[in-house]
């Protein structure tokens, strides 16, 4: 069994979710997607708000796709 990382990357995000790392700056700025934390420079995406943001996108049936953030 491997252990969840508490905290992830930008890249790791991005993996885990299949959306570019360009979407999750463009949902920053746009204060969409999952809340994240910045130390310095670095943005980190904690897990708990990550498996929070999810479980809401499922239940409402939320597309977040670029198309959807253009308003």
């Known amino acids: ?15 885990l979710i299949s959306v570019a790392s360009s979407t999750l700056r463009t949902w920053r700025a746009k204060k969409k997607g999952p809340e ?3 130390l ?4 980190r995406y904690p897990r708990k ?7 809401i996108c499922t239940q ?9 953030l253009k308003a």
């Open 1 to 15: 069994m491997t252990e969840q990382k508490e905290y992830l990357t930008e890249k790791e995000l991005s993996a």
């Open 40 to 43: 310095n420079y670095c943005v």
């Open 36 to 38: 994240y934390v910045k």
């Open 49 to 55: 708000n990550i498996d929070a943001w999810l479980e």
């Open 60 to 68: 409402a049936g939320i597309d977040f796709s670029d198309k959807q």
